[in-house]
Nanobody
Framework: QVQLVESGGGLVQPGGSLRLSCAAS????????MGWYRQAPGKERELVAV?????????LDSVRGRFTISRDNAKNTVTVHLQMNSLKPEDTAVYYC?????????????WGQGTLVTVSS
């Protein structure tokens, strides 16, 4: 079984910074991509940032230049970070970690439980 455990959400003032982390563990053979999605109240879930196994990245236009996704590979776990700078009230949402990987049962997609980011003065 594969798990994604997120951390780092919270309340921050406009212009501030937060760093989200997501650790993947379990029977993982390889990870194709890991990324962060977000869902604001009354809106659809959207892709914020994604990083491939080769390290290539892609960002939502509205966060490009402010957010940075990175990935740490350890022996038994992989952790993806999302550094969020110059935060705006419109960044307020529940942020979900996502992984597309190959596990013991084949290709699977796994989601984290979500972490709330609130940008407000």
């Amino acid at each position: 079984q594969v798990q994604l455990v997120e951390s780092g959400g919270g309340l921050v003032q406009p212009g501030g910074s937060l760093r989200l982390s997501c650790a993947a563990s379990g029977r993982i053979f390889s990870i194709n991509t890991m990324g962060w999605y977000r869902q604001a109240p009354g809106k659809e879930r959207e892709l914020v940032a994604v990083i491939s196994s080769a390290g290539s990245t892609n960002y939502l236009d509205s966060v490009r230049g402010r957010f940075t996704i990175s990935r740490d590979n350890a022996k038994n776990t992989v952790t993806v970070h999302l550094q969020m700078n110059s935060l705006k009230p419109e960044d307020t949402a529940v942020y979900y970690c996502n992984a597309k990987l190959i596990g013991a049962t084949g290709h699977i997609e796994v989601w984290g439980q979500g972490t709330l980011v609130t940008v407000s003065s």
